[in-house]
């Protein structure tokens, strides 16, 4: 952050110290101003304006939570073919990795679940026969199954709904399906078909006309509530989203968790394998899994601080309601509760509409409500 | 630091046992606890009759409420209970059947002075004391909670549910209807739900404690059972202990958040911390 972005925010605090009076609008929307107006074209990044809610009185972080935070997830919606991950992560990226590089990732793995933290991995290439590890093998061609923990497939309309009901009669194992833009039309088909979870990679789809000028935690919300929508009136049997792109750190990973993912595709740990060859002056296939494992132990480590400041005993536990944020848009788009006054800006909207509906002594339905709602929900966007 | 108990006497046909004298008196052994809130379950009625309560608080003025009571057959109960559900005006008491829920804010003596508490009879009950912490002091966030979901279920709780919003955000998503903000109301609600699924109240019980995070203790109280379930790191207290009765005086268990409340009624024999995670159900005989 810039000085003059920092001087601006004291300046605002102490506005408010004085006065009382709330702010018109959020720091960050006057900070954004400053960029635009000083030539710079990168947008606010919405992460930047989600913070955690540290613990309460009543809700105290207790040692017994410190020393035991739940990261396991499990993926599969039937019993007995359910994966197992110590860490709610899978490996997953677009880079080409050379042999010795993917070799160098794979020991590592297996060492991660050596130490009790097994993460998973999802490739095109065919799994490794001795692996220790769950892998999940990206198939475009049925006939190229190997033999994999999981499947990931690709959506690309009709022809991959008749994939998965294929699949799904000689496959017992988890099917994941990764999505476009469109997955809120076709999300509820493809559970109904027996997948497990989607994949959303959020730097793809931020991309689509649908998305544009929308922020990866619109994209992961919107994902959370496609699924959420077939269980309507029923209970989640463990269908899973697994959200990949931008969340390439652990702060992004507990946020994007708040939001609703339950599994992280992660890329750094490719990166890591992908420059071994450039920062040694040789590829040491050793060095470079060591340095992939210790990243993910101490990412295990930190994946565990905010759930356990927040009282949590459970990774999973993480909800919207434990973020704050100052900035309108990113309360719009993540459904998160704005810093101060602790509502979203939609129940704002609707309770200043039920006041002035009542006070006037207006007529309004309910569908025509939501209606206004979402116009003016969409224009502060 | 709420203050919690239960009792079940032994024999539970015996609809003349002195239950409100001995919660009463459970209750305020633990006063100095919490003096927001006090509030009973009393299991008194026969199942045979098909005679519903639906208790619902009604505003009047700026801090007073009053307390409206419609009753239901079996027949127009589902019919009245949507009308609550539908009510964003209406701050929902208690679905009875076979209990009897008294709550309001203030001391336990003053419960008691309002709604002669320990002249009521049952097979089994519940209190409970509340010190507000998250919630504003008002009885509607009073506890015991029920649900409009099933009748005759009841819950106290000492502690916090940190995984709140999620569990009932969840609940809400399967279609079943809060009315408070009180994070106690979720155990009640997915009490309820779980035993319309399956039946199995043992079960419920452990399904919660596996979903439900952060420190608590919970007595819930069915019209054939009680019991006291503590979160699975047994961080919030919990003790049983069993009085074998007298020639004048019926055998019960009895279950506090203090030792103080138990040797107040003579449960003294038999006492066990239950163990974190797993719930110690009594069922009535």
Partial sequence: MRLNEKALIRKSILELCNTGMPRQKSTDDVIRTIREKSGSE???????????????????????????????????????????????????????????????????????????????????????????????????????????????????????????????????????????????????????????????????????????????????????????????????????????????????????????????????????????????????????????????????????????????????????????????????????????????????????????????????????????????????? | MCGICGLMMDDGELRHSPVGSILQDMMESQQVRAQDGAGIAIFNKSSAQDSFKIKNFRKEGISNYAIDEVKSSSENVSENLQKINQNPECHFFSFENEMTILKETGLAKDLDKKFGIRKMNGSHGIGHLRIATSSRVTPYNTHPFSTTILPDIAIVHNGEITNYNLLRDSLELEGFTFHTDSDSEVIAVFLASRILKHGDIEKAHREFVAKADGPFTYIAATSDSIAIVRDKFGTRKGIIGYNPGTNDHPSFWAMATDLSALDVVGATTKIETPHPGKPRIFYRN
Avoid at chain 1, 110 to 118: A, C, G, I, Y
Avoid at chain 1, 321 to 337: C, E, L, V, W, Y
């Fill in chain 1, 42 to 381: 990168k947008e606010g990044n919405l992460w930047e304006y989600i913070i955690a809610l540290g613990a309460q009185l009543s809700r105290p972080p207790f040692d017994p939570y410190r020393e035991k935070i739940k990261l396991t997830t499990k993926i599969g919606r039937k019993g007995d073919q359910k994966i197992s991950l110590k860490i709610p992560i899978l490996i997953y990226g677009k880079f080409d990795l050379s042999q010795s590089s993917k070799d160098a990732l794979y020991l590592a793995l297996d060492n991660l679940d050596d130490n009790r933290s097994t993460i998973g991995l999802i490739s095109k290439d065919e799994p490794c026969d001795e692996r220790k590890y769950p892998h999940f093998q990206i198939l475009d061609d049925i006939s190229k199954l190997a033999d994999p923990d999981g499947i990931v497939l690709e959506y690309t309309g009709v022809k991959t709904e008749e994939k998965i009901e294929k699949i799904r009669k000689e496959f017992d194992g988890p099917i994941l399906v990764e999505v476009d833009e469109y997955f809120s039309y076709y999300t509820a088909k493809l559970l109904e078909l027996g997948i497990d979870g989607i994949v959303v990679n959020t730097d793809d789809i931020i991309k689509s006309e649908k998305y544009k000028g929308k922020h990866a935690i619109a994209v992961i919300h919107d994902a959370k509530l496609a699924i959420n929508e077939f269980y309507r009136g029923k209970e989640n049997d463990g269908a899973c989203l697994v959200i990949a792109g931008d969340v390439n750190n652990a702060g992004k990973m507990v946020k994007a968790a708040g939001l609703g993912a339950d599994i992280i595709g992660y890329d750094t740990s490719l990166l890591i394998a992908k420059v071994g060859h450039h920062s040694e002056n040789f590829f040491d296939e050793e060095i470079t899994a060591k340095k992939i494992f210790n990243h993910m132990i101490a990412t295990k480590s930190e994946l565990t601080g905010i759930p356990a400041a927040i009282g949590y005993s459970d990774f999973h536990n993480l909800s919207p309601s434990d973020f704050r944020t100052s900035s309108i848009k990113a309360s719009i788009q993540g459904n998160i509760p704005l810093e101060g006054v602790d509502k979203t800006y939609k129940n704002i909207v609707e309770e200043i509409l039920e006041e002035y509906v009542n006070t006037k002594n207006i007529s309004v339905n309910q569908q025509e409500k939501q209606k206004i709602i979402n116009l003016v929900t969409e224009e502060g966007n």
